[in-house]
């Protein structure tokens, strides 16, 4: 099974910038979509970012598109999430995750298999 750890999170102003990285370690990566996905408090889980597994193809949830931008670098065992532009409204625990196979459905059900301990964004003046 997959490991996966974050880092870089932190607090920011609003406007500001943020990078996320995430160490993943066990199984083969470049076998899984790879994603984030964020949990305020009292609020459900929501899919954020998705790279897939097999021609890189990305996907957003609506409210950090044009924002938020993930990559993956399967050599080194990393997926990053520039986050851009950041609104109080990020504020949240930033968790990355490994759905499966495929991207599939994730941004709207941010459901994994797999998913790391967090690392918390705070965005405020």
């Known amino acids: 099974q997959l490991q996966l750890a974050e880092s870089g999170g932190g607090s920011v102003q609003p406007g500001g910038s943020l990078r996320l990285s995430c160490t993943v370690s066990?199984?083969?990566?470049?076998?899984?979509?790879l994603g984030w996905f964020r949990q305020a408090p009292g609020k459900e889980r929501e899919g954020v970012a998705a790279?897939?597994?097999?021609?890189?193809?990305?996907y957003y949830g609506d409210s950090v598109k044009g924002r938020f931008t993930i990559s993956r670098d399967n050599a080194k065992k990393m997926v990053y999430l520039q986050m851009n532009y950041l609104k109080p409204e990020d504020t949240a625990v930033y968790y990355c995750?490994?759905?499966?196979?495929?991207?599939?459905?994730?941004?709207?059900?941010?459901?994994?298999?797999?998913w790391g301990q967090g690392t918390q964004v705070t965005v405020s003046p």
């Open positions: 066990g199984f083969a990566m470049d076998y899984y979509c």
């Open positions: 995750a490994a759905p499966g196979r495929y991207c599939t459905g994730y941004i709207s059900s941010a459901k994994s298999r797999f």
């Open positions: 790279i897939s597994s097999d021609d890189d193809s990305t």
